[in-house]
């Protein structure tokens, strides 16, 4: 399995950041992927990579939530890192609406320049929206030019929107919410389509249940596995094996 969205560099994890990782390979977890999400996040992120070399694969990019009024200062500084360190991804990068509007356009300008450095250093995307899949749609549907490829990450959207960021050719990254209760999701992961999917926990945020409301970690997506398993009705093996493969083909600088 690999967890392809996780903060494991994340201060809630500086107390025993071993012993998850042990954790998370006794699970059978070839690769924790992590997302930068801001300046001060460069740092853990990498000294978290080094730590862990056959293990972790940092990408690089700014977080929607951290965009303010020094957004092309803040960009600046984020995009010199390619050229310091190989990264597998630009991300995470996107749009949230969900706390505050203020910035809705410098994050717009962050997106859309982020999505070009994607397309001149032939690296694929990892987009979070929150309270904003329109808005990021109608910004992706401009900007893919057929070289753009990716994943939304955390997904928790209807059919008709997962057809919709398939059709523009991106992957569709499950993880706790497809085992909430109440998240909708079981009337959803039936019908995806499988070849479009990878799996993730965002740790150390959304566990998964049993454990809604704890510390989430990469171990853990062991049981979004289980539960795309039980909705498809079918082995799990077969979930893990699909969406590894298709997590290798999209971020081919992971092997």
Not at 206 to 220: I, S, T, W
Request: aromatic content about 8%.
């Amino acid at each position: 399995m690999i967890d392809t969205h996780a903060h494991i560099y994340a201060t809630e994890f500086d107390n025993d950041r071993d012993e998850v990782v042990k954790r998370a390979l006794e699970q059978g977890i070839s690769h924790i992927l992590l997302p930068n999400i801001d300046l001060e996040s460069i740092e853990p992120m990498l000294n978290t990579e080094a730590a862990y070399p056959e293990i972790c694969r940092s990408m690089m990019g700014l977080h929607p939530c951290y965009v303010d009024a020094n957004v092309d200062e803040t960009l600046k500084t984020i995009h010199s890192w390619f050229d310091k360190h190989k990264f597998i991804a630009v991300g995470e990068i996107g749009i949230d609406l969900y706390w505050d509007k203020t910035y809705k356009a410098e994050q717009e300008k962050a997106f859309i320049t982020q999505l070009n450095w994607a397309k001149e250093l032939n690296l694929p995307v990892v987009i979070h929206t929150r309270d904003s899949i329109e808005e990021t749609l109608t910004l992706l549907k401009t900007e893919q030019d057929g070289s753009l490829s990716g994943v939304f990450h955390c997904f928790g959207g209807s059919v008709d929107e997962a057809k919709a960021i398939n059709d523009l050719g991106f992957h569709l990254g499950l993880g706790g919410v497809s085992t909430f209760k109440n998240g909708g999701m079981d009337k959803v992961i039936p019908h995806l389509d499988l070849s479009k999917v990878i799996l993730e926990t965002d740790c150390p945020y959304l566990a998964p249940v049993p454990h809604r409301g704890k510390r989430n970690e990469p171990a853990f997506v062991s049981l979004v596995a289980n539960r795309v398993a039980d909705l498809r009705e079918t082995e799990v093996n077969k979930i893990i094996e699909i969406t590894s493969k298709n997590a290798i083909n999209l971020f081919k600088n992971i092997k």
